[in-house]
Structure formats: structure tokens, C-alpha cells
């Protein structure tokens, strides 16, 4: 973690949010990532996303795991809550603050390692909950926080920069978020600020499991001629299947219907994603067409970025688990310990 204090002084002419709040409010330690690390830009996308949406820091637990991702919670929002848990056990750990109190803004950085290879089991158990969080994968392909060997994410046949290609097959988190269940599923390039934003603010304001994929390049390890996860290769290789915009309660909504290329989709807090199609042939809807194309996608070595399924309807976890409102510190002792009688009738509906 940083601890780099960055200079408290600020213009005074900084533009400031609904709350008085600048984007300095909004920004954590210096950065200790390498130059160049698409993790940072990543970090100001969470900035600007928050800042937007004048959410107060203190409202917001940021959460991760082991790795060069898992140091990006350090950057961002020095003024909420925080938590670097074990590798590969961040969910679990967001899993138990999210039922203890339900009103906070939770997001999880990971990375694909952290995920896909020692996390793959809690990440699975967070997505078929459907656990009210964002959830950010920065994914860059290798272990850059150990000499960058290939991770579970790498895509077939890419190339390391000494060694031989990579001969395994690679576990994609969009598809597996869902075809188990996600209710918002995106992915998106850490250099492409314009569309990252949007899907972060909508992923924060949904009300369930948001994932948001960020093909995030490592300049040190994975970043040169060869690897599918390099600056030159995604760029090279995006395919934007949905352009995304995101529009809070407050503004007016105005949509031009009459093209049949956008399309409002309301989420729970009143807030709207606007969706302008640019492959008029995509529907975010349809679970098993969103597989279907990204996979047709990747066999071409193309990279589908965007909104890739969405679904309002699906329950979250304190709906399926019938939780109560009250965070659990402002419940008398009590109802939260309701004794060795109850304790027993309990038992008894076991037995």
C-alpha cells in the first residue's frame, strides 16, 4: 500500500460536486504501481466516477485482495473505509460487511489472479448471490507482483516476453459471470476513460452484482509485440458492442427513440443507463446471445467491450436472504442474541 501522502493544497477555482467535494476530496496515496500502469488510469476512472455521482467518502468500503490490483484501494477515496484482506478472499470478506450493513457502497478490486485462479471459488459464490457490490477484475493477463508468468486469464498462444507461447486456455470472467447468473456484466479497456466511467457509476448504483472486466495493461511484463494484452493489441482489437452513458435522477433524461439506436435502461435508485447500440444486432438482455458473441468475438482475437448483459429484475442478496434493514451495531442485544431458547426451538426445526 502507499504511504505517500499526496500535497493537500488545491486550486481554488477546482470545480466541486453537489457536497462541496473536489476531485483531490476523491483521490487516495501516490500511486507506487510502475509508470504507465493501466491500474492508475483505472484509479482515476473510481475518482471521477465518485465524484460524479456526490457520493461522500465516507459512504464507500473498498475492499481487495493480493496483487498489483489489489494495491489499487491505496489510491483512490482516502477517506472511506478500507480493507486489503487475504489473496483470493476479498468476496467472502465484502460477503459479511454487506450483511452486517447493507447502506454502504461496496467495491471490490481484484485481479485476475486474484479471481480466476486462487479467488475462482469465492468469486463464483459472490456472483450467484448476487451480491450488492462492484466488482472490478483489473486484468492484465500475468502475475506482474511476481515476474509476470502467465495468469488463469492469458489468452491462448499469446506471448510472453522471453519463453514459450501460452499453451493453456484461458478463463474468460465475462463469460463465466454470465452464464452463473451476474445481473450486470461489462467490460472495458483502462486506456478508454469515456466509456469506463459510465459502466463504473452505473455499476455502483445497480442494485446487485456488478462486474466490470478492465483489459488493464502491465508495461513491465505483458506490454510488446506478441501478447493479447498489451496498449497496441486492444486497441487494435476492440469491438464496442453497446456504448454506454449513465444519467442520475437529478438531470432530465432526454433520448432520441425515433433512431432506434438507444435504449434507456432504468435502474433501482431512478437512475438510467442510456445504451447506443453500435452493432445493432446486440441485445443486453439475452444471456445466452451475450455468450454466443463474445465468444464468436474471441475466436476472431477480438476484444467486445461495453454493457454485455444487464438484468433489473434478478433479486440481490438481501432480498433472497430476508435481512434486515438496520446495520447489526445498532441492534439491541437482545434480537441479536436472542438465547438458549430460541437457540433450542431452532435446533429443533433441524431435527
Known sequence: ???????????????????????????????????????????????????????????????????????????????????????????????????????????????????????????????????NMLYIIENNGVYGLTKGQFSASADLGSKPKKGAPNQLSPIDPVNMAISMGASFVARSFSGDKDQLVPLIKAGIRHDGFALIDVISPCVTFNDHDGSTKSYQYTRDNIVETIHTDFVPPRQEITVDFASGEVTSVRLHDGSHMLLKKVDKAYNADDRAAAISYIQHHQAEGRVVTGLLYFDGAEPEFHQVSGTCQEPLRDLPHNELCPGSEALAKLMKGYR
Open 1 to 131: 500500500m502507499s504511504h505517500i501522502a499526496k500535497p493537500a493544497a488545491r486550486h481554488p477555482g477546482q470545480p466541486v460536486n453537489k457536497l462541496g467535494f473536489s476531485e483531490r476530496d476523491y483521490e487516495g496515496g501516490m500511486s507506487t504501481l510502475c509508470a504507465g500502469c493501466g491500474h492508475d488510469s483505472i484509479t482515476a476512472a473510481l475518482v471521477k466516477a465518485f465524484f460524479e455521482l456526490d457520493i461522500e467518502p465516507h459512504r464507500v468500503a473498498k475492499l481487495s485482495g493480493i496483487g498489483c490490483s489489489s494495491k489499487t484501494p491505496a489510491y483512490f477515496l482516502s477517506a472511506s473505509h478500507g480493507f486489503n484482506s487475504v489473496h483470493g478472499r476479498m468476496p467472502s470478506v465484502v460477503t459479511g460487511a454487506n450483511a452486517a450493513e447493507r447502506s454502504m457502497a461496496y467495491v471490490g478490486v481484484s485481479g485476475d489472479g486474484d479471481s480466476l485462479s486462487i479467488g475462482i471459488g469465492q468469486f463464483a459464490h459472490a456472483v450467484r448471490r448476487n451480491l
